[in-house]
């Protein structure tokens, strides 16, 4: 069976989790020893990072990483397209997912207790994350959406709900300032009405709140 070393809270480990109940998969999950990013993890994972995947030898610790290996070990439901150069635009978008829009909202991490809060950085980061949205807007077209109409699920969805519901999350709390462009709003709807997505969702929402309302945030 697949070993995952997860946190529940995790945006990257909710991630996995979605690509995992996509394809059926049985797996365990186990919190990192000695916490994460301890040095008894670091034995095991070098990188420190979560998720992490260990599938008999292999050690994987990124979840773009895991997710393409898990799709190519186990290709039903495919989370790719067949045509060459609808694949490359589905990668281009889980790609940004991971490198330009959850940075920006990671940015903001440090600031959720009222304590810590910088307004004139939540201010600079709401225009950031709003730039881009509208950047991600005018990535999403028919044919990367086309897939969501049908129920199937490609490797770029797995992130983007959970990263939306933390902006959703923060943007009362800390006073944010969001563009949300239509078709965002659309692409979200679509993949809320996925049901891997919807399954994993129900459990993090709550997940969330709770910390949240742990951080003094609510």
């Not at 529940?8 to 394809?23: F, H």
């Not at 095991?44 to 070990?73: F, H, M, Q, T, W």
């Not at 929402?205 to 609510?218: E, F, H, I, M, V």
């Amino acid at each position: 069976m697949l070993k995952i070393y997860a946190i529940a809270i995790s945006l990257y480990c909710a991630k996995t989790r979605i690509l995992l109940r996509y394809k059926n998969l049985q797996w365990q999950e186990v919190e990192p020893p000695g916490g994460y990013g301890s040095a008894v993890y670091k034995l095991i994972i070098p990188s420190g990072n979560l998720p992490a995947l260990i599938d008999d030898r292999l050690v994987l610790s990124d979840s773009e990483a895991i997710a393409e290996y898990l799709n190519e070990k186990y290709p039903a439901p495919p989370m790719l397209p067949e045509e060459l150069a609808r694949r490359a635009r589905i990668r281009e978008l889980s790609r940004f997912h991971d490198t330009r829009l959850e940075p920006e909202l990671r940015a903001m991490f440090a600031h959720i207790k009222p304590t810590n809060r910088d307004r004139a950085l939540l201010q600079i980061q709401s225009e950031k994350i709003s730039q881009r949205l509208y950047q991600l807007s005018a990535l999403l077209d028919e044919d990367n959406c086309a897939h969501l109409e049908s129920g199937e699920l490609m490797l770029c969805d797995c992130g983007y709900p959970v990263t939306f519901e933390w902006i959703n999350q923060l943007t009362p709390l800390l006073e944010l300032d969001i563009e949300w462009p239509d078709a965002v709003q659309s692409y979200l709807e679509k993949c809320l009405r996925q049901r891997t997505i919807a399954a994993e969702m129900i459990k993090y929402r709550p997940l969330l709140d709770q910390y949240l309302t742990d951080s003094g945030a609510k």
